[in-house]
Each structure stands twice: as structure tokens, then as C-alpha cells.
């Protein structure tokens, strides 16, 4: 079995992968720690021959865990941003300040269409962009919907958006302080990933497919006005990329991958631009 690790600053996911049929067979979360508890936190190591590791956590944090790992199973690869990779050059100045996490959707994200746009919604909502030629220009990091929430410190951070509300419900005025707060932060997030989708498109010349992940992802989708995709396991499927250890992983197929979103017509991003500018 090969172990996945999504490792965040306060949530830890995990996953199980088939070597042989690289079929998931089980998955999880817990909170992020120093110490691990294989048996409890993560699953018991003994059926593990790998383990891949996505963190963005402190460096202690990935430290201990790596110990931990290293004293039990064989192979333990550890992600790091870097200049390039599978055919993309980071955008940032200095590319290991680059958040792993982000760099590992792009390259899941270029890996599966050539180009794109890839958004993580989780604490943060994360907006990034690579284009067809395997550049990855840099992105944008936003303040996610439960950050927003509870930095108004109104007494409404346990009340969630509905995922499955109405997009008009949601972008109307609020009739009480839990709705005027949800649908507020609301606005705002798909606002701004819908005008950065627009202005570097437009800024570039290209319409990218845009890839949606994140605890977030499909309460953000229902507000954005371009086609789109949702892959919950787009950084895993980075580190798939990253580190193949399967058959179907050596052969170019990614877990999870969504069917190719249909790109939006330039001209009409560019047209719906111009509209907002004017406003």
C-alpha cells in the first residue's frame, strides 16, 4: 500500500493506495500534530511500502513525521517546490517559498490539460496560473470563507454556507446577521476568483481550463461564471506525478482526474471584463 499525506497547518489528510490495481481503499483527516499515532491518526504502517508527503505545516511538524515514518517504512518521498519540474517552471522569485500544496496542483493541473488555472478552497483560497507552454506565472492567495467569517468575529463561524443552496440565495442581500455574513464572504470570494480568472486571461491572451480543490471547492464553483471542474484530489494527484509508483501512475493516469472542462471563449471573458471595468 502507498500512503498519501496532505499535511496542512491544521488539517491532516490521508489516503491508502493500492500498489498493484492503485485503487484508493480507504481515506482520512485528522488534526495536525508533532506526534503521530499510527493505529489512531494515520493508518497502522505495517501495510505500507511507500509513503508520499505533501506539507505546509511547521517545519517540526514535518520533521517528526518524517521520523516517524522513516523508521517503519522503506520509502518515504517528501514534496518540495522547486525551479521546474514535469515541464513547469515555477513563477516565484524564489521557488521553495512557493506553498508545496500550490505547486503540486499546478503540476497536476498541467499534467492533465496543458495550461490552467487551478483554485484550492480551503483556509485559504489559492489562485493560480500555468500556461500552455508549461510557464507558471504565480497566483494570488485570498482569505477563504471560514477565515473571512471569522474575522468578523460576529458570533456566526459555526453557521456553514449551504453547499447546496441556490447560487441567487446566495448572492442576495442577507434578511438576518447569519445570511448578511455567509452571503458577504460569499461575494466576495467568487468575486475575486472570477475577476482574476478574467484579467489574466485576458492579460495573456488565453483561455485556460480552470480546476477547482479544496473543502470549499463546490460551494465556490456554483458562483463562477466560466466552465470548471472539481478535483478533490488534484495535490494528490500532483504528488502521483511527482513520485509514480503504480502502473496506472507511470502511464500518465492521475486519481481522480475530471473529464477536461469546456474553455470559455476569450472574447467573451474578455467582453464580461470589460462590462465590470465600466461599472
Known sequence: MILDLDIGNTLSKWRLKDTVSSEIR????????????????????????????????????????????????????????????????????????LGVDRWLGALAGHHLTGGCCSVDCGSAITVDFVLPGGRHLGGYIIPGLRLMKESLKLGTRNVAIDPDSEVDSLLAPGRNTVEAVNHGIYMAAVSAVNRLYAEVCDREGVALPLLLTGGD???????????????????????????????????????????????????????????????
Open 26 to 97: 480507504s481515506r482520512g483527516a485528522v488534526w495536525t500534530r508533532e506526534e503521530w499515532r499510527p493505529g489512531e491518526d494515520i493508518p497502522d504502517l505495517d501495510v505500507v511500502t511507500a509513503v508520499r508527503i505533501s506539507s505546509v505545516a511547521r517545519k517540526q511538524v514535518l520533521d517528526e513525521t518524517v521520523t516517524l515514518l522513516r523508521n517503519q517504512v522503506g520509502a518515504v518521498h517528501v514534496a518540495r517546490s522547486t525551479r521546474e519540474a514535469l515541464g513547469v517552471t515555477c513563477g516565484y522569485e524564489e521557488p521553495q517559498r
Open 217 to 279: 471547492a463546490r460551494v465556490v464553483a456554483r458562483g463562477l461564471r466560466v466552465p470548471h471542474a472539481l478535483w478533490p484530489d488534484m495535490v494528490y494527484a500532483g504528488l502521483e506525478a511527482l513520485y509514480p509508483l503504480t502502473a496506472a501512475e507511470r502511464a500518465g493516469r492521475l486519481s481522480g482526474a475530471p473529464e477536461l472542462p469546456r474553455v470559455a471563449d476569450l472574447e467573451k471573458i474578455r467582453s464580461g471584463l470589460a462590462l465590470t471595468q465600466m461599472l
